[in-house]
């Protein structure tokens, strides 16, 4: 097995025995996935536990699910993932009395703990500046749409 296979593979075993944890709410991953793979593996469960044969479609099989996870390790969200982060904290850096805003939000609402996504509804401040930079500086390329008739200015 090559050294990728194994990193990528590391995820798969570890999560199917996590999904009965909590996080830091006490809530298991089937009310607050942690994750894409959280969300993915309970899928398959669900798939699996409603089966009468006992079996998931082929895009659910753990080696469709482990080839995705290289897929997406890989090829897809790396460069898309790595400048939006980049040009956040470029933003921050340049905007101190956001980052200040930011962290004091960050801090009210989960205190030392990392944020999940139990607590999104509860961090408008955080969702606005990440769409925020987003608008300034999208990451996927630009589509040109254009109005399918006149419009009044």
């Given at each position: 097995e090559?050294?990728?296979a194994?990193?990528?593979?590391?995820?798969?075993?570890?999560?199917?025995?996590?999904?009965?944890?909590?996080?830091?709410?006490?809530?298991?991953?089937?009310?607050?996935?942690?994750?894409?793979?959280?969300?993915?593996?309970?899928?398959?469960?669900e798939?699996?536990?409603?089966?009468?044969?006992?079996?998931?479609?082929?895009y659910?099989?753990?080696?469709?699910?482990?080839?995705?996870?290289l897929?997406?390790?890989?090829?897809?969200?790396?460069?898309?993932?790595?400048?939006?982060?980049?040009?956040?904290?470029?933003?921050?850096?340049?905007?101190?009395?956001?980052?200040?805003k930011?962290?004091?939000?960050?801090?009210?609402?989960?205190?030392?703990?990392?944020?999940?996504?139990?607590?999104?509804?509860?961090?408008?401040?955080?969702?606005?500046?990440?769409?925020?930079?987003?608008?300034?500086?999208p990451?996927?390329p630009m589509?040109?749409?254009?109005?399918?008739?006149?419009?009044?200015?």
């Amino acid at each position: 097995e090559y050294a990728i296979a194994k990193y990528t593979h590391q995820p798969l075993r570890h999560h199917n025995p996590l999904l009965s944890s909590t996080d830091h709410h006490g809530l298991p991953p089937t009310t607050n996935p942690r994750d894409y793979l959280d969300f993915v593996l309970l899928k398959r469960e669900e798939i699996l536990n409603k089966s009468r044969e006992n079996t998931v479609p082929s895009y659910l099989t753990m080696d469709a699910i482990y080839y995705s996870q290289l897929d997406n390790l890989g090829l897809a969200g790396f460069d898309t993932t790595a400048t939006a982060t980049d040009w956040s904290v470029i933003f921050l850096v340049n905007n101190p009395e956001v980052q200040e805003k930011l962290y004091k939000e960050l801090k009210n609402v989960c205190g030392d703990e990392q944020p999940s996504l139990a607590d999104r509804n509860r961090l408008p401040y955080v969702q606005a500046v990440i769409h925020e930079s987003l608008r300034r500086m999208p990451v996927a390329p630009m589509i040109g749409r254009m109005s399918a008739k006149a419009t009044r200015a």
